[in-house]
């Protein structure tokens, strides 16, 4: 069985990659006491540091996080692993007398935390495996996309159903478990949900300019050590935005601008399917971020009402 449900109170921070999620988390730390549990799939793998724009040294001694480098990126990990870790840390930070703040744009994640999923009870069958890639390989991806959309609209919303691997590991979820987790044992506490929502042309812009600086920053040094030591081109995480277009820039295929360019376009891709997901949960409450920075006064001001008022 899951944990006892935590009866202290739970923040989450939401929104789209590039919104500026991070920024305002950290701002509210300096008046909230809060430990921020990280809500991104990416930044749970050890090595894997700018391409997933992870809270750096500072931000970090700045403010307790949780949830991040746990895994080698060549093992396995799922919302199952996440949320039941996840679920153990909000209780010891409820027992310290702070808040778990849990911030990111994984959707499932937050989702399954909040609500109080548990996957544990999920069979990993490999005959259902070895079935359905032989029904991919048949019928071909679109009809195995259309089938899981059909049957899951609100995880198809966040999964890259262009990708055969993501299509197949989701189909494996869908029909392994019956549909979904097992049982649920929501939060029982008090929850306060924050979006931030910027104007397209806002967000398609920080975006853009956050695919460029994941190259200056290094990202192509990055992805050469991980391959290095041993992590696959073709693996999980090296699939992530940034990380299978520098192995092409590394492979001699690509150029460095167009690696930046398909980043770019598969992130505003992704931010959309985030967009999709978030708005579908009536709690969220949006803050309109425009063009001021995550850490702006005016913008933590406004988050700072919103989540006083939810917890009041």
């Known amino acids: 069985m899951p944990p006892e449900a935590s009866t202290g109170p739970l923040i989450a921070i939401v929104g789209p990659t590039a919104s500026g999620k991070t920024d305002l988390a950290l701002a509210l730390a300096a008046s909230w006491p809060v430990e921020i549990i990280v809500a991104d799939s990416r930044q749970a793998y050890r090595g894997m540091d700018i391409g997933t724009a992870k809270p750096d040294r500072d931000a970090q001694a700045r403010v307790p996080h949780h949830l991040i480098d746990l895994v080698e990126p060549a093992e396995r990990f799922s919302v199952a692993h996440w949320v039941g870790l996840a679920r153990a840390v909000v ?11 849990v911030v990111g744009g994984t959707g499932l994640y937050v989702s399954a935390l909040v609500d109080g999923h548990d996957y544990v009870g999920q069979p990993w069958s490999p005959e259902i495996r070895r079935r359905l890639t032989d029904e991919l ?14 049957a899951e609209p609100d995880a198809a919303a966040v999964t890259d159903l262009a990708n055969p ?18 049982r649920n044992v929501p939060h029982a506490g008090r929850v306060a949900m924050i979006g931030l929502t910027r104007p397209r042309d806002e967000l398609v812009r920080r975006i853009d300019e956050r695919a460029a600086s994941l190259f200056a920053q290094g990202l192509l040094d990055e992805v050469r050590h991980l ?36 980043t770019a376009l598969r992130t505003r891709q992704y931010a959309k399917r985030q967009l999709t997901w978030f708005r579908r949960d009536p709690r969220i409450v949006w803050i309109g971020a425009g063009d001021r920075a995550g850490d702006d006064p005016t913008l933590v001001a406004e988050a700072d009402r919103v989540l006083r008022a939810a917890l009041s």
């Open 91 to 101: 209780q010891e930070i409820a027992e310290r007398g702070r808040i778990p703040m």
């Open 137 to 150: 390989a048949a019928n071909g991806l679109a009809a195995m996309a259309a089938r899981f959309a059909a």
């Open 227 to 262: 391959m290095t030591v041993g992590t696959a081109g073709h693996s999980h995480p090296m699939t992530g935005h940034g990380y299978a277009e520098a192995a092409r820039v590394l492979a001699g295929e690509w150029s460095i601008e167009e690696a930046v360019r398909v």
């Open 165 to 182: 691997r993501r299509v197949l590991r989701a189909m494996e979820r869908f029909e392994g478990g019956g549909g979904g987790p097992v």
